[in-house]
């Protein structure tokens, strides 16, 4: 009789291990639902992360070309284009095109107290020093800047505005390449760097129209 009643008992516990039936105490039940909800928690947590990095690489992707990133290559490109020798562009173009593509942050700046304490120490700069004609442009561009009334740079980030800034590209883009002879000398070692400007000036200006 004894050992029936172990055989019975043993038999009794080897199946109620795997499985939780409806007499087990209230902890064992509360612990099984905190278990079920730990991993209902942990399936939905993996979704959302591969969401999040799908929506993560999209924005990395379409990074580069934002309005803002293109404001500053054209704002470099401008600067380089400036300062370089391998060109017989008219330069004098590059500062309303500065204007009107320049950055919001870099316009501000000029236009606040920092930009007219460099613009009245390049005044003085100029007035009892020689300064060579690459830098003039810069300084010019900052005056302009300054000046300008607020209807002219309400153009900036518009169709209008847009369409100035290209139609000032083209008309750089054409100098240098009909003066340059042809395509094989605007690509020469003393050119190179000028029309390297030029197509970026053109290509960006070419974008933020579209």
């Known amino acids: 009789m004894s050992s029936l009643s172990i ?7 080897l199946h109620s291990k795997p499985f939780l ?47 803002p990133n293109l404001q500053w290559v054209c704002t470099v490109s401008s600067a380089v284009l400036m300062l370089s020798r391998g060109t017989a562009a008219q330069k004098s173009f590059l500062v309303p095109l500065f204007a009107l593509q320049a950055p919001t942050s870099i316009i501000s700046w000029i236009k ?8 009245f120490l390049a005044l003085l700069v100029r007035l009892f020093f020689f300064i060579p004609g690459e830098l003039e442009l810069p300084f010019v561009a900052l005056l302009l800047v300054i ?5 002219v740079m309400n153009l900036r980030g518009t169709q209008m505005g847009a369409i100035v800034s290209l139609l ?4 750089l883009a054409f100098q240098h390449f ?15 760097v000028a029309t390297l400007a030029i197509i970026c000036i053109t290509a960006v200006s070419c974008l933020l129209f579209i």
């Open 168 to 171: 000032i590209a083209g008309y």
């Open 21 to 67: 039936s409806l007499q087990s105490p209230p902890h064992q039940a509360k612990l099984f639902s905190l278990r079920f909800h730990h991993l209902r928690f942990q399936g939905n947590h993996g979704v959302v992360m591969k969401k999040n990095r799908r929506g993560f690489g999209a924005v990395c992707y379409s990074a580069p070309l934002t309005p």
């Open 7 to 13: 055989s019975t008992a043993t038999a009794f516990s």
């Open 178 to 192: 009909s003066r340059a002879g042809s395509l094989q000398r605007a690509f020469n070692q003393g050119s190179i």
């Open 112 to 119: 606040g107290e920092y930009g007219a304490w460099t613009a």
């Open 147 to 151: 000046v300008a009334p607020y209807q």
